[in-house]
């Protein structure tokens, strides 16, 4: 049923786009059709109609804002579809890592063992994991429950945003649906979220893991942090994990500190699969990982139980859609034309790092755009590059130069470095560095070794 309804809102969005791009190119009274010929009559001189500015690249201008014709009956389609999705709620980012548990006894805290040991024999019943009361759950759980009430809450609006995206990915894959979780214990579901060793996005993936995978890393792009496309990635790597182990548990473990590290787990265990009889032999982090992933798990699936509050997010993901993009635009022409704040341009579309979109022969990236917003600027998709082209080629200073990062190289730091000398002699930036290395700050010492992937050599 999930997949029909899912296929009947996709056939809607691209009936939505074709009609867009169709009505584009039809002359009417709303949406006049404008040629590349028409746009060079019109950067001649500013016309001034009925009190409303024509711009030189053909945009009009009300009271200092983009005005961009749409078709009435798309945009009428897309408000008729958004009715099935989520009304106006709150939406709100969260940007704190899930912390090493302490596992001690947590005090206040109104969940009877009892009850929490009925509640948890429940969740083991109906998943793959091997969900079984310990105290070292029960600390986990009511630390969470004492401590993070305020970002529960707002984890479990946002979720409502990126899980129907987890899910489906993972019903194509025959992973778990609960594995949607991990992503909490991950990033607390910031894109753009990185480790102190470099870890990146929703899935938290190393370079070279993302490389493996296909994610693209650029100097523009970092695929790591796209929902999407990220999403694809974990689920393969997740499917790989649990292919190895026969165990979704120990798949978990993997995921977190490596298959060697569960493999070693096992040998000194004398032979164990069981995570929990693991669990003293595995690294400090990730004896916290499965125990933060399973009170999650707990956790959202009884928030009523414990009173956390049921938000809606201001977005559904089925709310947005995207568009190829055919030339390089910036966030700040698209959230000029649309009238869109940047910020939330970035929620949209967190891949792109320096907020420009490149546009490279052979790559097909996407502007990721609300549906109200996503009819307007395909309507107007020729003048508006046509603005963004006049707009660059004004400017002083041109737009940073693409750099893939496929070939790094490894810095000996030698007597009287500092970060900014190494960074100018490789053209590139402090902070780029401290993130490729995992640095907190500028302190580095001789004989270290750093990885930098240059402009220049």
Known sequence: MRKTIYFIFLLLGCFTTVLAQENANETTPENPKTTEADSLEITDNIKMIKGDTITANGLTK????????????????????????????????????IETMEFEKVADVELPTDTLKARLERLNSKTPFNIEYNPILESVINNFLKHRQKQLTRLIALSKYYFPLFEQEFDRHDIPLEMKYLSIVESALNPR???????????????????SYD?????????????????????????????????????????????????????????????????????RET???????????????????????????????YQSDTVQVKHLITFDHVAEVLDMDVEELEFFNPSYKLNIIPHIKGKNYTLRLPIHKLGPFVANEALIYEHVKEELAQREKPLPELVK?????????????????????????????????????????EGQRLIIYPRRI
């Open 62 to 97: 009300k009271g200092g804002r983009y005005v961009l014709p749409d078709d009435a009956f798309a945009k009428n389609v897309d408000s008729l579809w958004l009715e099935q999705f989520y009304g106006s709620g709150m939406f709100d980012t969260i940007y704190k890592d």
């Open 287 to 317: 004896a916290g990982y499965v125990p933060a992933f399973q009170a999650t798990l707990y956790i959202f699936e009884y928030a009523k139980e414990h009173g956390l509050q049921d938000l809606n997010p201001k977005w559904a993901y």
């Open 193 to 211: 979220a990185k480790s102190r060793v470099g870890a990146t996005g929703l899935w938290q993936f190393m370079y070279t893991t993302g490389i």
């Open 405 to 445: 990062r496929n070939a790094s190289i490894r810095y000996r730091v030698k007597r009287g470095d500092y970060l900014g000398r190494i960074a100018k002699r490789y053209g590139v930036r402090v902070s780029q560095i401290k993130q490729w290395n995992g640095l907190k700050g500028d302190n580095i010492r």
């Open 215 to 283: 994610l693209d890393v650029s100097s523009y792009v970092d695929e790591r942090s796209d929902p999407v496309r990220s999403t694809q990635a974990a689920a393969e790597f997740l499917e790989k994990l649990h292919d190895m182990f026969g165990d979704w548990d120990l798949a978990l473990a993997a995921y977190n500190s490596g298959p060697g590290n569960v493999s070693k787990a096992i040998r000194r265990s004398g032979g164990s699969k069981n995570y929990w009889n693991l669990r003293p032999f595995l690294p």
